[in-house]
């Protein structure tokens, strides 16, 4: 028997702000392998949600089914109000400009300057830029943003771990996303390079007011950043609440993400 713990959702105020990304009942499965057994989740305008989830818990599955990088195998999932189930390709492309994803790891390409990689998603995107667009201006400010100016020129072989996590959020930013994604954004990183990159992630929030889905297994980073969370148990959205309200909770399952 499934426990459902949903604290914050109930409190006052936070039902009515703007709901930018919306999942409803998804399910995905692997033959015989339920990942996702009908998960739910709400992002609202400005928030910074965690989601925390065991290794294999299907915490990628569900945000690639997010981003269409793969299909879900039941379940919707809405954009800014719009089901992206029912969008064309053209609309569906317009959508997905406005949210950027930081994959897990850096996932840089690794034959291509810093500068070379920033370019690359204003190639694909230049249409939310009316073709008008200066490149080396955004890609410089993108570097400003993350401290990274002088590495223009480099190979990303020539990168530290934190550099490279620096690089892809600049390349995420590029493109202005209203909602951004993190995939484990301080995975594989030392203590103080990942408290670095929260603090990173904090300033890009309130300098530009986006929206973050933020995926870790990381205590630290969840309670410095997220304003609630979700926890993925068993497929679902198991308990949902605040940082202080689901680290007080007593199940058992909930409390081992908590005890470190
Ligand atoms: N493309 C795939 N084909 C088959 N199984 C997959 C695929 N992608 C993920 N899985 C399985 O789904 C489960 C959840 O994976 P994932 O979402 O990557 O976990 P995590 O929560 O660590 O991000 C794992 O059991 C994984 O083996
Ligand atoms: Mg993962």
Redesign the pocket.
Known sequence: MMVQHNISAKKEGIETQTIVLEIKDLYKS?GD?H?LNGFNMKLHQGENLVIM??????????I?CLVGL?EADRGSISVMQNDITTLNQEALDILRADIGFLF?GSALYDSMTVRENLEFPLRRHTKKFDGAIDTETLIVEALENVGLVDAIDLMPSELSGGMKRRIALARTLILRPKIILY??PTSGLDPITAKEIIILMQDIQKKYNTSSLI?THDVDCARVISDRMIL?IDGVDYAVGTFKELSALKDPKVRAFFKQ
């Open positions: 692997f392998n990942v989830g065991k290794s294999g818990s299907g915490k990628s599955v569900m690639k793969m897990q995939d484990e995926i993925l």
